[in-house]
C-alpha cells in the first residue's frame, strides 16, 4: 500500500444547513489520497454511533482499507461549522472518540505502506518518532510554524506541512529552508488565497492558487496535502503536483463539506452540545 493515515476523525456538523459530513485532517488526506489512484489506509478510532457508522461506510466506498479503524463505546467527535456573512466560524466541538492508543498491530500494519501521514490533532506526538522508524513520516503542523511544538517533532518528519496564510512569502521561505535543515526532506506552506510555496531542500516552487466560487473551504488544505503526498510518492516533478493539488483543493472549496457523503443532521443525533452559534 502507498500511504497510511494514522489518527484524528471528526464529523462536521453544518446546522445552516441542516448537514453532517465525515472529515477530519487524516481522513481527508486519505480519501483525496485515493481519489488520485493511491492504495491508501487508515488508522484511527471512533464511536459505537451513527457518526462513527457514517465515516466508516464513506471511508469504506471511498476504497480506504479500515482494517485497523477501532471501534469503541462511546461518540464520534463532531465540530460545528458556521458560515456567518461568507466567513466561516468554529462553534462547539467535542474529540470524543478519536484519540487512538497506537498498539503493536498498528506499528506491524504501518510499516506495510510506503508512508504514514499524521496531524496535530491525532495527538501522538509520542508515537511520531516510531511510526518513523518503520516508514518516511508525513505530518501536517497547521498553524504551528516553527514553533517549540514544530522544534519537538521536525526531526522524526520527512515531509512537513504547514498553514501560512499568516505569514509572508519570505517568512514562508524561511520556514521552509528551517524545516528541511532541521531534517525533512520537503516541507510545503499553504498559504490560503496566495497559494502555496513548496520546497525540496534546494529548489522553491511557487504555486498560485485558482479561482473558484468559494462556498466553503473546509478540507481544501487537507485535498492540497494528498495530491502533494500522491505526487511525491509516483516520482512527479514539483511543478505537475503542485498545479494538480491546486485544482484539487479549489474543487473542494466549491462543495460543502470536505469529500461529500453528507447525511441529515437533525433527528436523533443526540449530540452533547446544542449546534448554535455562541
Not at 69 to 90: K, M
Not at 165 to 173: F, N
Not at 257 to 264: E, K, L, P
Request: hydrophobic share 40%.
Amino acid at each position: 500500500m502507498d500511504l497510511v493515515a494514522v489518527g484524528d476523525n471528526i464529523t462536521d456538523c453544518y446546522p445552516g444547513f441542516d448537514l453532517m459530513f465525515p472529515g477530519g485532517n487524516c481522513v481527508n488526506v486519505a480519501v483525496h489520497a485515493a481519489r488520485l489512484g493511491a492504495g491508501t489506509s487508515y488508522v484511527g478510532s471512533v464511536g459505537d454511533d451513527d457518526r462513527g457508522r457514517q465515516l466508516a461506510d464513506a471511508l469504506r466506498s471511498e476504497q480506504v482499507d479500515i482494517s485497523h479503524l477501532r471501534i469503541q463505546p462511546g461518540s464520534t467527535g463532531y465540530a460545528t461549522v458556521l458560515h456567518q456573512d461568507g466567513e466561516r466560524t468554529f462553534g462547539p466541538f467535542d474529540r470524543g472518540a478519536s484519540q487512538v492508543s497506537l498498539v503493536p498491530a498498528d506499528f506491524e500494519f504501518v510499516a506495510q505502506h510506503a508512508l504514514a501521514h499524521s496531524s496535530y490533532a491525532a495527538q501522538l506526538e509520542s508515537d511520531i518518532p516510531a511510526l518513523a522508524e518503520r516508514v518516511p513520516v508525513s505530518f501536517d503542523f497547521d498553524a504551528h510554524t516553527g514553533d517549540d511544538y514544530a522544534q519537538q517533532l521536525i526531526s522524526s518528519v520527512t515531509h512537513a506541512f504547514f498553514s501560512a496564510a499568516h505569514l509572508t512569502a519570505e517568512e514562508s521561505r524561511d520556514l521552509l529552508s528551517w524545516a528541511c535543515g532541521s531534517g525533512a526532506s520537503s516541507a510545503l506552506a499553504t498559504r490560503g488565497a496566495q497559494g502555496a510555496i513548496y520546497y525540496d531542500g534546494s529548489t522553491f516552487t511557487t504555486q498560485p492558487a485558482l479561482r473558484a466560487t468559494v462556498r466553503d473551504t473546509l478540507g481544501a488544505g487537507d485535498a492540497f496535502v494528498a495530491a502533494v503526498l500522491h505526487g511525491i510518492l509516483t516520482g512527479q516533478p514539483a511543478s505537475k503536483f503542485l498545479a494538480r493539488a491546486a485544482i484539487v483543493s479549489a474543487s473542494v472549496c466549491e462543495n460543502l463539506g470536505a469529500f461529500g457523503h453528507s447525511t441529515a443532521l437533525s433527528g436523533g443525533q443526540h449530540l452533547p452540545v446544542p449546534l448554535s452559534a455562541p
